[in-house]
C-alpha cells in the first residue's frame, strides 16, 4: 500500500465518521458491522473508531520508511509491548477506580453503578469510567440532542481520572504510528485497527470488553510475530486473551448474588416506585435507601426499569449481579 493509498484510506474513514457524526443515513449499514468488534456498537463508538483509523492511515506514511519519522531508535515489535504495556496500566486503573468509588459508598465492588441525570451505568466488567473522565471535553464538541452518550453524570466521581485518560490514549496512538516502521502495508493496517480497537476498550467498555480483547489481540498478537511465521509465535497472546475470557466470566459467576438482587439508593428524594418490583425487604441507612429484591427478574431488564422509576428521584444506585438471570 503505497502512500497515497494510506492517504486515500485515511480520507474515506475521516468522511465516514463525519457522515456519522451529522447524519443517520449510513447508521443501517456501519452499525451490524463494527458491532461485531466493538461490543454494542453505537454511534459515539464509531465516530471515534473510524476518526482514529483514519488520521493514523494518514499520518503513518510519515513514519514508514523514508517518512520524516521512520523506522529509527526502538525496534518496531518494541514500541508494540509498551503499548500493550501501556494499555494494560490503564485498564487495572480503570477497575481500581471502580473499586473505590464503591468502597467509598460502603456497597460491595461486584455492583453495577448508575450515576443518574443523565443515566450513566458502570462496573468492573463493563468500565465506563475513562469516558466519564472525557465528558467535559466531548460536551463541548457533542450537543445533548445527538443522542451520544458522554457519561457525564459519573464524571464528578472521578475528576482526577482526566489527565490519565488524555495521556493513555496518546501514548497508545503515538506507539502505533511509531511500530509501522517497516512492516507490511497489510501488517500495518492490522496494527492500526488493533490500537483503535484497544483505545475504543479504553474509553467504552474496559478491559473484559469485546474492543479491548480484540484490540489487545491485535497489539500482542503483531508484536509476536516472526520471519517466518510460526503458529507457535501466537501461543502467548492467545494464552493472555483466553486467561482474559475466562477471568472475566469467572468473575461474573464469583461475583453474583443469585439469592436476591440488592439495590442501594443513593440520596433518594421522596418515595420511589416499586410496584411491580417484587421487593423482599426495604432498609434506610442515612443518606441511603437498601432494597432486596426477587433473584427471578433478569438482571439487565431489572436495571433498566430501576433506572426508568428512580429517574430524578435520586443521584444514583447500585444493584448487585446475578450471573444466572442470563439463563
Known sequence: MRS?????????????AITLFTT???????????????????EGKDVIFFTIMGTMFLLAPLFREGGVFGPQGLDKNT????????????????LAVEVAIRLEMGVSPF???????????????????????LSPLTGLVVPVSSGIHTGSSLAGHIPFLLPVTIISITLIYILGLLSTGDRRDFHVAIVIFATASTIIGIIDGGLFSTPAL??????????????????????????????????????????SVPG????????????????GLH???????????ILKLSPEQNEMVLLDRLTRRLDGRCSGFFMTWNFFSFF
Not at 111 to 133: D, Q, R, Y
Not at 226 to 254: D, E, H, Q, T
Not at 260 to 275: A, D, F, M, R, W
Open 260 to 275: 436476591y438482587y440488592e439495590v442501594t439508593i443513593i440520596e433518594p428524594s421522596g418515595t420511589p416506585s416499586l410496584e
Open 279 to 289: 421487593v423482599i425487604s426495604e432498609e434506610r441507612k442515612g443518606d441511603k435507601l
Open 111 to 133: 455492583t453495577t453503578f448508575i450515576s443518574m441525570n443523565p443515566a450513566a451505568s458502570t462496573s468492573l466488567t463493563h468500565s465506563h469510567v475513562f469516558k466519564a473522565s
Open 79 to 94: 514500541y508494540l509491548y509498551i503499548s500493550a504495556i501501556v494499555a494494560f496500566v490503564t485498564y487495572l486503573t480503570g
Open 214 to 255: 480484540v484490540g489487545l489481540s491485535g497489539i500482542i498478537g503483531m508484536s509476536a510475530l516472526r520471519v517466518p511465521f510460526s503458529p507457535g509465535n501466537l501461543k502467548i497472546p492467545a494464552l493472555i486473551i483466553a486467561s482474559l475470557v475466562v477471568l472475566r466470566v469467572l468473575l461474573g459467576i464469583m461475583g
Open 4 to 16: 497515497d493509498r494510506f492517504m486515500a484510506a485515511g480520507i474515506i474513514f475521516i468522511a465516514l
Open 24 to 42: 443517520d443515513i449510513l447508521d443501517p449499514i456501519i452499525t451490524p458491522f463494527t458491532h461485531v468488534f466493538l461490543m454494542g456498537s453505537s
